[in-house]
C-alpha cells in the first residue's frame, strides 16, 4: 500500500472517530436534510450565512465512516469561505469523485483528496457526495431535503 493511501486513509479514520463541527445550529439561516437512499443514511446540514460567506456550518446524522468523513471535511474547508468558493468546490469534489482526475487536481483539494479513493467504489461515491449536494442546494435553492439519487 503506498503512503498516499495510507496517508489518505488516516484522515478518513481521523474524521469518522472525531468529526468536526458534528452538532445543530440554532441559528441557521438553511437546514437540509440529505438522504443516501441506497442505506438509508441520513444527515442534516446546517448552515449560517453572513454577508456572502458561510460563517458557520454544521451537521448531524449517522452514516458509514466515509459519509461522516466527507461531511466533517466538507464542514472545515467551507466555512469561512464565500458562497461562489464553495460552490466551485463542489464542482471540483464532485469532478474528484466521478472522474478521472490527475494527482495535481487532487493535490490543489488538499485534505479532501483523501476521498478520491472512493471513485474505485461505486456504491461509496453516494456516501463521499452526500455533504456535497446538501451543500449545493443549501446554498442554490429553498429545497430542505436531497437525495444523492
Ligand atoms: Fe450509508 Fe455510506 S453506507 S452513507
Redesign the pocket.
Known sequence: MSDLTDLYREVILDHNRQPRNFGELDDADRVIEGV?P??G?RMTLYIKLDDGRVDDVRFTGT??A??VASSSLMTERVKGTTVDESLALFKQVHRMLTEQTDENECTELGKLAALSGVREYPS?I??AS?AWHALRTALTSDDEAISTE
Open positions: 443516501n441506497l442505506c443514511d452514516g458509514c466515509i459519509s461509496r453516494k456516501c452526500l
